[in-house]
């Protein structure tokens, strides 16, 4: 069923696909990513470790049911959004009012998920191979279209891992538990500009990295136990209002040159028209 509601002709002002600029990123060693003219053939998959691969550009995990059953068009609310990893962690909405919209032409004549910031939410309650946790590379390629009020995007378990924005503070927060994690003063870039954003865990620290620069803090342990992942909205805060266009996690800390890898992948992918 179309989710012909206000919010979306609002979306569609907002983010109007000849607006955005080239997709912003770093590498790990803190240098710039420029989008390449050339389609990287590496698939997140080709490294050990992948625990969940939420892909926009594949419309075959796109569904309008709450199972595999009903394929999604352009235009359609999305009840299921397959994962492209082994673990089956596959996101559903049983409510239809409060599914996220395909959305056509977002960037580079790609599609994204809208999240309306009011509603919009979306639930893994396998959430398989999450637990125990001794390191993490998380990589969210998205935007946000607020200026104020705190917001979660991702979150598994209870902040067992947890990435928020909290504009009105100029922050961020990604981290372990909610006793542990990195945050920093730069929030999540510009208003209506796609990022993309890394979040590591080694066992030893904690890294945010955005925009040439990362933010350190000292951790150790391990994830706690889970029995959800949460997209689009996090505990104690409100919905994200934007739009989410790929997020990949892995179970260990990359390696410089695999991060390096992964992230000339998504900038080549996701670059603006």
Same mark, same amino acid.
């Given at each position: 069923?179309?989710?012909? #509601?206000?919010?979306?002709?609002?979306?569609?002002?907002?983010?109007?696909?000849?607006?955005?600029? $080239?997709?912003?990123?770093?590498?790990?060693?803190?240098?710039?990513?420029?989008?390449?003219? $050339?389609?990287?053939?590496?698939?997140?998959?080709?490294?050990? =470790?992948?625990?969940?691969?939420?892909?926009?550009?594949?419309?075959?995990?796109?569904?309008?049911?709450?199972?595999?059953?009903?394929?999604?068009?352009?235009?359609?609310?999305?009840?299921?959004?397959?994962?492209?990893?082994?673990?089956?962690?596959?996101?559903?909405?049983?409510?239809?009012? %409060?599914?996220? !919209? *395909?959305?056509?032409?977002?960037?580079?004549?790609?599609?994204?998920?809208?999240?309306?910031?009011?509603?919009?939410?979306? /639930?893994?309650?396998?959430?398989?191979? /999450?637990?125990?946790?001794?390191?993490?590379?998380?990589?969210?390629? &998205? %935007?946000?279209?607020?200026?104020?009020?705190?917001?979660?995007?991702?979150?598994?378990?209870?902040?067992?891992?947890? /990435?928020?924005?909290?504009?009105? @503070?100029? %922050?961020?927060?990604? =981290? !372990?538990?909610?006793?542990?994690?990195?945050?920093? &003063?730069?929030?999540?870039?510009?208003?209506? #500009?796609? *990022? !993309?954003?890394?979040?590591?865990?080694?066992?030893?620290?904690?890294?945010?990295?955005?925009?040439?620069?990362?933010?350190?803090?000292?951790?150790?342990?391990?994830?706690?136990?889970?029995?959800?992942?949460?997209?689009?909205?996090?505990?104690?805060?409100?919905?994200?209002?934007? *739009? /989410?266009?790929?997020?990949?996690?892995? %179970?260990? &800390?990359?390696?410089? &040159?695999?991060? @390096?890898? !992964?992230?000339?992948?998504?900038?080549?992918?996701?670059?603006?028209?």
């Amino acid at each position: 069923m179309k989710k012909f #509601l206000s919010f979306l002709l609002t979306a569609s002002l907002l983010f109007s696909p000849q607006s955005f600029p $080239e997709i912003q990123g770093s590498n790990i060693q803190g240098a710039s990513i420029q989008a390449s003219s $050339e389609t990287s053939s590496f698939s997140p998959d080709e490294f050990s =470790g992948l625990i969940a691969w939420y892909d926009l550009n594949d419309p075959s995990t796109l569904f309008e049911s709450t199972d595999d059953t009903d394929p999604a068009e352009l235009g359609d609310t999305i009840g299921f959004f397959k994962d492209k990893s082994s673990n089956a962690n596959h996101f559903t909405q049983a409510t239809a009012s %409060n599914r996220p !919209v *395909y959305t056509d032409s977002v960037i580079n004549d790609k599609p994204g998920l809208f999240f309306d910031g009011i509603a919009d939410s979306m /639930v893994d309650s396998s959430a398989s191979g /999450v637990d125990g946790l001794s390191g993490f590379t998380l990589y969210i390629v &998205a %935007n946000r279209a607020f200026s104020s009020s705190n917001r979660g995007l991702y979150e598994i378990g209870s902040a067992s891992i947890r /990435v928020i924005s909290v504009p009105g @503070n100029g %922050n961020y927060t990604c =981290g !372990v538990t909610t006793s542990a994690f990195v945050s920093g &003063a730069r929030s999540f870039g510009t208003i209506d #500009l796609f *990022y !993309v954003r890394k979040c590591t865990y080694d066992g030893a620290n904690i890294r945010w990295y955005f925009q040439g620069t990362n933010d350190t803090d000292p951790q150790t342990g391990t994830t706690a136990s889970a029995s959800d992942i949460d997209l689009g909205i996090a505990s104690g805060f409100a919905r994200w209002h934007g *739009y /989410v266009l790929e997020i990949i996690l892995y %179970n260990r &800390a990359l390696t410089d &040159a695999e991060q @390096n890898t !992964v992230e000339s992948y998504l900038s080549a992918k996701w670059r603006a028209a």
